[in-house]
Nanobody
Framework: QLQLVESGGGLVQPGGSLRLSCTAS????????VGWFRQAPGKEREGVSY????????NYLDSVKGRFAISRDNAKNTVYLQMNRLKPEDTAVYYC???????????????????WGQGTQVTVSS
């Protein structure tokens, strides 16, 4: 059974950086596409970034393009979300999600993922 644990959240000033980690246990994450999502208070959950099993294909929410970077280290069973130039509107609980896929497939959207972590809080404030 795949379990996902997010870490790396916290409080950061506007313009700062954080790196989130999503570590899997129970399976080899290298067979799974992964997505990062976020949910701010009073708002719907939205997809932030996605990565294919090999890491070759990625996708980003327009508002984070050029500031966030998704990557993975399958040897460590971990996917990362590097977040730079953070803004107050990036404040949210960030979740990672995974789905077993065909090789090279990129999954997009909440409904494409079966396994979810518990989330980590990111707060951007001065």
């Amino acid at each position: 059974q795949l379990q996902l644990v997010e870490s790396g959240g916290g409080l950061v000033q506007p313009g700062g950086s954080l790196r989130l980690s999503c570590t899997a246990s129970g399976v080899t994450l290298g067979y799974y596409a992964v997505g990062w999502f976020r949910q701010a208070p009073g708002k719907e959950r939205e997809g932030v970034s996605y990565i294919s099993d090999s890491g070759i294909s990625t996708n980003y929410l327009d508002s984070v393009k050029g500031r966030f970077a998704i990557s993975r280290d399958n040897a460590k069973n971990t996917v990362y979300l590097q977040m730079n130039r953070l803004k107050p509107e990036d404040t949210a609980v960030y979740y990672c999600a995974a789905s077993f896929t065909m090789p090279g497939e990129l999954r997009i959207g909440e409904r494409s993922f079966e396994y979810w972590g518990q989330g980590t809080q990111v707060t951007v404030s001065s």
